[in-house]
């Protein structure tokens, strides 16, 4: 097993009814933000049960964060936090909300151009504290210290990482994903689903305990993710994705062990050139890079093959066909396309790709930093 630290401090509230509980957790004389997307939360009534939980603080509101937060969207949202002197950031929404809350969190309280934050990778040493009512499962954002914001202007996607980016509380009510169309049910699925392969379908460093783990929660979308497609209120069915989406990525399965995140990379590049949604240029991605990567990969694919699909015979290769093809046939029944063609995109598409990789220096991903344009451009041909 490799080096770590493990620190996650965000506190998990999980359950039905939970909203309520607000006031216990926010300072009573702060000065609130409330961060939305479009209309789900106001329409679906989540807002609402927010706001009634608040009756007494002083409350600010700021809506119309897009999927895919832009900068330009969120530093509106910055000059308010600093013109109303807010001191806590409350993201109601999915990873877009709850990443862009982290962005204006960071950049209200950065003394330069908020810009640098994103271009200059900075390391995040300062932010306001955020709180999260979750609405969809999916990125994990809620219980961890990323987040992604596009600069439209550029058409990029930058990561932001550091400590103060935790938030401080999640509450987690299933019920909220009750609304959820089957477009991002299955995009939920997907996003966990590659966040947990990227950091097992690596190499083995004997670590048992994470590999049980990741086989568990992929288990658990294989089996839970259809059953929320097919029924839109059962409540186990959501809190089992809930809690799987946020373990997927909170740092618990990823400690010790190499990670990968190839996928992640190349479809950040589609999103952000084509405005595909975050978790179906996975879905597309994924089953070529491993494809690719079968030889580098083969002790771990062998193991997925075998845990995961069950695929206890025949030849290795054999098996790994098998397990990437079951892979993509699973994304297909969560209606989740595993094809470029499917956007209308082809070979110039490819090209477009790889040049944003080169501009934005993605040109050595991967658990061992092997995967060069020239690989990246196998993955891509390998997607049309
Ligand atoms: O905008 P509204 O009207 O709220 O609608 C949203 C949005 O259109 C809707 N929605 C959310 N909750 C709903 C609902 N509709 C009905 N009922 C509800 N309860 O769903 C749509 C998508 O929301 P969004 O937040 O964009 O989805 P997701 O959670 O998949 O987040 C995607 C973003 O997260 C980033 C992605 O790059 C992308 O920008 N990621 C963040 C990560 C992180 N911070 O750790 C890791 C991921 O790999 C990912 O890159
Ligand atoms: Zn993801």
């Known amino acids: 097993m490799l080096n770590f630290d493990f620190y996650n401090p965000t506190r998990v509230i999980f359950g039905d009814d939970r909203i309520a509980e607000l006031p216990k957790r926010i300072p009573h004389d702060a000065r609130i933000l409330i961060l939305y997307g479009g209309d789900s939360a106001r329409r679906n009534g989540t807002l609402d049960e927010v706001l009634d939980a608040l009756v007494g603080h002083e409350v600010f509101e700021f809506g119309g964060i897009e ?54 990778r900075m390391r995040i040493m300062n932010a306001l504290p955020i709180g999260v009512v979750l609405t969809l499962a999916a990125t994990g954002s809620e219980t961890n210290n990323g987040a992604v914001i596009t600069h439209q202007a550029t058409q990029t996607k930058h990561t932001l990482m550091g400590e103060r980016l935790y938030p401080v509380f999640a509450i987690l009510d299933p019920t909220k994903t009750f609304t959820l169309d089957a477009r991002q049910i299955g995009n939920g699925v997907v996003d966990a689903f590659v966040h947990v392969t990227e950091q097992y379908l690596t190499y083995p460093v004997n670590s048992p305990v994470q590999d049980r783990f990741a086989e568990g929660l992929l288990l658990t979308l294989i089996d839970q993710g259809p059953k929320a497609l097919a029924s839109s209120r059962d409540y186990d069915v959501r809190a089992n994705l809930m809690w799987t989406a946020s373990l997927a990525l909170n740092g618990l399965i990823g400690s010790g ?19 595909i949604d975050h978790a179906r240029t996975l879905a597309v991605v ?5 494809k690719v990567r079968k030889d580098a990969k ?6 997925f093959a075998e845990r995961v699909w069950g695929l206890t015979e025949g030849e290795d290769d054999q098996r790994i066909r098998y397990a990437l093809a079951r892979t993509s046939k699973f994304f297909e029944s969560m209606g989740v396309p595993t094809k470029l063609s499917a ?10 790709v790889l040049k944003h990789l080169e501009a ?21 041909e390998g997607c049309l």
Request: aromatic share 6%.
């Open 257 to 275: 062990v190499p990670h990968d995140w190839a996928t992640h990379m190349i479809g950040h590049e589609l999103t952000a050139l084509y405005g």
């Open 360 to 380: 934005h220096n993605m040109t050595a991903l991967g658990e061992k930093r092997d995967v060069t344009l020239e690989i990246s451009r196998k993955v891509l």
């Open 286 to 290: 994924l089953p070529s890079m491993l």
């Open 343 to 352: 956007y209308n995109l082809g070979q110039d598409a490819v090209e477009n």
């Open 298 to 303: 083969k002790e771990k694919l062998v193991q």
């Open 67 to 120: 999927a895919n937060p832009s900068y330009e969207t969120l530093i509106k949202a910055v000059e308010l936090v600093r013109a109303e002197k807010v001191d806590f950031l409350l993201a109601v929404g999915g990873g877009s909300v709850i990443d862009g809350a982290k962005f204006v969190a960071t950049a209200a309280t950065y003394d330069g151009d908020p810009l640098d934050i994103l271009t200059r």
